[in-house]
């Protein structure tokens, strides 16, 4: 028993253990204590927070309900692939499929659908009360700075989402979107100050094409379950260390 434990501590003395695992510092309680604190990872709280920001009618915890319903939608988004193929033929025919035919396919995607409304709202919420309370001021200007971006994310989170059940509510939303964003100043063919062309603007980017179509689809289903949830994520771990970097949620309003 003692032999194993003294191999083992040969083991963490020697080069190859320390070049993985390294820490030049010495092992106490208080260095490991250090190390906890130190990182976002470890600690997400700051490490002196007032009992006052850590009451419900502070927050209502809508950032992390907001948070907890992005969860939900990753989850039964994943799951919602397996299912579903994003081009013209297929697309419609795979969400009657879901629907009707797959195992409580109807509530993965009544799942998706409503967290992915509730996300909208609580993402609204959080934002009017961070507003109300006053903590976009210093020394949070730039979380509220990320924040803007999480909401505009969020939103076109949903936008991209919209196109991929392929009815006609669908087509005709993102037809409409689509065009509005061609009628957008300076990168929008039709709007005032054009700079480009219809085939080269904002709309023909987002379409791959100048009607909603095979191309459409395949850059809506990217965009909607890669391009954007990774921005996202990225964005919400700068969110959460501004947090704590911050302070922790303001104390006293
Ligand atoms: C995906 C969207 C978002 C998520 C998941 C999220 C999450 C969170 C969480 C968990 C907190 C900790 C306290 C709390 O729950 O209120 C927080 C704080 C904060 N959020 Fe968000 N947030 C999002 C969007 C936004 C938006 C749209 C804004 C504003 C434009 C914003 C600005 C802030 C600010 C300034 C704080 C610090 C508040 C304080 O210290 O009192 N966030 N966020």
């Not at 994943?78 to 033929?89: H, K, N, S």
């Given at each position: 028993m003692s032999g194993g434990r003294e191999r083992f501590r040969a083991l963490r003395d020697s080069q190859l253990w320390r070049s993985i695992f390294r820490t030049g510092v010495p092992q106490t309680p208080r260095s490991r204590l250090a190390v906890?604190?130190?990182?976002?990872?470890?600690?997400?709280?700051?490490?002196?927070?007032?009992?006052?920001?850590?009451?419900?009618?502070?927050?209502?915890?809508?950032?992390?309900?907001?948070?907890?319903?992005?969860?939900?939608?990753?989850?039964?988004?994943?799951?919602?692939?397996?299912?579903?193929?994003?081009?013209?033929?297929?697309a419609y025919a795979d969400i009657e499929d879901i629907m009707h035919t797959v195992p409580y396919g109807r509530l993965l995607r009544n799942l998706h659908r409503w967290s992915a409304h509730a996300m909208v709202l609580l993402v609204i919420a959080h934002m009017a009360r961070v507003f109300l309370?006053?903590?976009?001021?210093?020394?949070?200007?730039?979380?509220?700075?990320?924040?803007?971006?999480?909401?505009?994310?969020?939103?076109?989170?949903?936008?991209?989402?919209?196109?991929?059940?392929?009815?006609?509510?669908?087509?005709?939303?993102?037809?409409?979107?689509?065009?509005?964003?061609?009628?957008?100043?300076?990168?929008?063919?039709?709007?005032?100050?054009?700079?480009?062309?219809?085939?080269?603007?904002?709309?023909?980017?987002?379409?791959?094409?100048?009607?909603?179509?095979?191309a459409a689809i395949l850059r809506f289903y990217v965009l909607h379950c890669v391009v954007v949830p990774v921005i996202l994520v990225i964005l919400l771990a700068v969110h959460f260390y501004r947090v704590r970097r911050d302070g922790g949620v303001l104390a006293r309003y």
């Open positions: 906890i604190v130190s990182n976002v990872f470890l600690h997400l709280h700051p490490l002196q927070i007032s009992a006052a920001s850590l009451r419900f009618r502070r927050t209502f915890c809508m950032g992390g309900l907001a948070f907890l319903s992005f969860v939900i939608v990753t989850v039964t988004g994943i799951l919602l692939m397996f299912y579903y193929r994003p081009t013209a033929e297929y309370a006053g903590a976009y001021r210093p020394p949070r200007e730039f979380n509220w700075v990320v924040g803007v971006m999480l909401l505009v994310l969020t939103l076109f989170l949903s936008f991209t989402g919209y196109l991929l059940p392929w009815d006609q509510l669908a087509y005709w939303a993102v037809t409409v979107g689509t065009n509005m964003a061609g009628a957008a100043p300076i990168v929008g063919h039709l709007g005032p100050f054009t700079v480009v062309g219809e085939g080269n603007d904002v709309r023909a980017l987002l379409l791959g094409d100048r009607v909603v179509g095979d």
